[in-house]
T-cell receptor, first 115, second 113 residues
């Protein structure tokens, strides 16, 4: 089954305590990205990766880091989380589809609360 | 900079009615306009998409209407059902290679019996 798997699904952490949200896809997609979803703001891209070792900033990259050492994995790192990073996070992957354009496959989301 | 404006933010429709969600874009270079559907506790999933060379695309009860000159597109859900209750995101992008997708802010649809 085609999947984007992210962990943890739910996390409460304290300000300043480093955390990593893992993401893995089994579709051999070149492109992966991270989004955050906030009420009234929709989905905003944090970082994206076009392939292994190739990453770039999205719309809201401040306070986040990513790495892409393997094609299937794209972890999101919060080095020093702050309360304004409390949000619902989605990992996503996509591949060029000549018939449909870029179809994005999303994980099920990670609820992160920073207190 | 918001390049895709979506309205309304929330919508309540009676079962059997028509749900209409509207989006407007600014960048005329966009050439692929997908709609994503998100159920509570789940990630968004592609529902239907359209390219600007057609004015309408229909899949079952879901129809996208596209007005290239007005730079607007809309999702119509006919015979709305309680199972359609979800958040809907319109989006816009370019179809060549990897291109960043710009999402609307979402519409929370509730279909009441």
């Amino acid at each position: 089954e085609a999947q984007v798997t992210q962990n943890p699904r739910y996390l409460i952490t304290v300000t300043g305590k480093k955390l990593t949200v893992t993401c893995s896809q089994n579709m051999n997609h070149e492109y992966m990205s991270w989004y955050r979803q906030d009420p009234g703001l929709g989905l905003r891209q944090i970082y994206y990766s076009m392939n292994v070792e190739v990453t770039d900033k999205g719309d809201v990259p401040e306070g986040y880091k990513v790495s892409r050492k393997e094609k299937r994995n794209f972890p999101l790192i919060l080095e020093s989380p702050s309360p304004n990073q409390t949000s619902l996070y989605f990992c996503a992957s996509s591949s060029r589809d000549g018939n449909s354009g870029n179809t994005i496959y999303f994980g099920e989301g990670s609820w992160l609360t920073v207190v | 900079q918001q390049q895709v404006k979506q309205s309304p933010q929330s919508l309540i429709v009676q079962k059997g009615g028509i749900s209409i969600i509207n989006c407007a874009y600014e960048n005329t270079a966009f050439d692929y306009f997908p709609w994503y559907q998100q159920f509570p506790g789940k990630g968004p999933a592609l529902l239907i998409a359209i390219r600007p060379d057609v004015s309408e695309k229909k899949e079952g009860r879901f129809t996208i209407s596209f007005n290239k000159s007005a730079k607007q597109f809309s999702l119509h859900i006919m015979d709305s059902q309680p199972g359609d209750s979800a958040t809907y995101f319109c989006a816009a992008t370019y179809s060549g290679g990897y291109q960043k997708v710009t999402f609307g802010t979402g519409t929370k649809l509730q279909v009441i019996p």
